[in-house]
């Protein structure tokens, strides 16, 4: 499943009323990954770092456009705060750009993203696999895009391929960086998904400026096209292996959701108020 209901967090949620367990990452996690204003506030107040941005409500750059225009250094990138695929994406340099962009993302989120643009720039990929406890990376991966936004047609629709899903996205794997910059990917890789307490398998996708040789992580993906698998098997681990590791961490994560008290049996309406003090353990 992808985006709106199959990986904001939706489908997640009935599944823990029915109590059937699910592969991958739980309500929470979801719908905070599926929101990308969210995803960098988090990140950033964890020193992750993020490309500089603003956000607002469309509905408030109608009534108040001078004052964000203020803030913003052209050139800029405008995203819907959810979705994916590059859709509802743009790139403005100069405000009259500007206004069509916010105006078409508009169309697909009432919360509008701004970032500042980052040229020239390498895209990195990592996937990640694992729990709270326990999570590895995968190889890297360089997506390499034909215009300047890897775009909707770039991930989807490659020449030359039928409508073969992300794996159809041409690629360099692994990605040809300087080790100390894979390292540092992987670990921002592994400290992000702990943060948003992602389980399963994850894409981390980065961001590197090749102006200041810095790197930010740009986006998490809670259910990677193809699961990921050409990465992990680039990684030595085959498909049916990664599918096994999947079920199992599923599994445990609902073992212990199990474990965990949820409700508490005494009917706290009846109970003497003097009794329900801090520190007071009946
Ligand atoms: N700040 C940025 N500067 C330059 N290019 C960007 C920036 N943010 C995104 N892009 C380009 O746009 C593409 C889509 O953006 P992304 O945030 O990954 O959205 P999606 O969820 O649609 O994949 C990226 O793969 C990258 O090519
Ligand atoms: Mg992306």
């Known amino acids: 499943m992808h985006g709106t209901y199959g990986e904001d967090g939706t489908i997640q949620g009935f599944f823990d009323l029915k109590g059937i367990s699910y592969v991958g990452s739980d309500l929470l996690s979801s719908a905070v990954g599926m929101d990308k204003i969210i995803s960098k506030m988090i990140l950033k107040s964890n020193e992750i770092p993020v490309v500089d941005f603003i956000w607002f409500y ?11 225009i203020k803030k913003i250094n052209f050139p800029v990138i405008i995203k819907p705060a959810n979705l994916g695929s590059s859709i509802g994406i743009s790139k403005a340099k100069n405000l009259s750009e500007l206004t069509e962009a916010i105006e078409f993302a508009g169309n697909f989120s009432n919360k509008i993203l701004i970032e500042k643009m980052i040229y020239p720039l390498k ?6 696999l694992g729990d709270s406890e326990k999570s590895f990376t995968s190889v890297l ?15 989807y629709f490659s020449k030359g391929n039928n409508n073969k899903g992300i794996t159809s996205t041409k690629r360099k794997i692994p990605a040809d960086i300087p080790k100390e910059m894979e390292n540092k990917i992987k670990n921002l890789a592994k400290k992000t998904f702990k943060i948003f307490g992602n389980s399963g398998v994850v894409r981390i996708d980065f961001i ?15 259910i990677p096209g193809s699961l990921s698998f050409y990465l992990w098997e680039a ?19 609902q073992r212990e959701k199990e474990n965990l008290k949820i409700s508490y049996k005494k009917n706290i309406f009846n109970l003497d108020p003097k009794s329900l003090k801090m520190g007071n353990k009946n």
């Open 208 to 222: 590197i400026d090749k102006k200041e040789n810095e790197v930010f992580v740009n986006e998490i993906n809670t």
């Open 58 to 68: 469309e509905k408030e750059w109608y009534k108040n456009k001078d004052n964000f």
């Open 123 to 128: 895209e990195i990929n990592c996937s990640v």
């Open 141 to 155: 991966e360089e997506p390499i895009s034909s215009g300047d936004i890897l775009s909707y047609e770039d991930k």
């Open 235 to 253: 990684t030595n681990k085959k498909f049916s292996e990664l599918l096994n590791n999947l079920i199992e961490i599923a599994l445990k994560k």
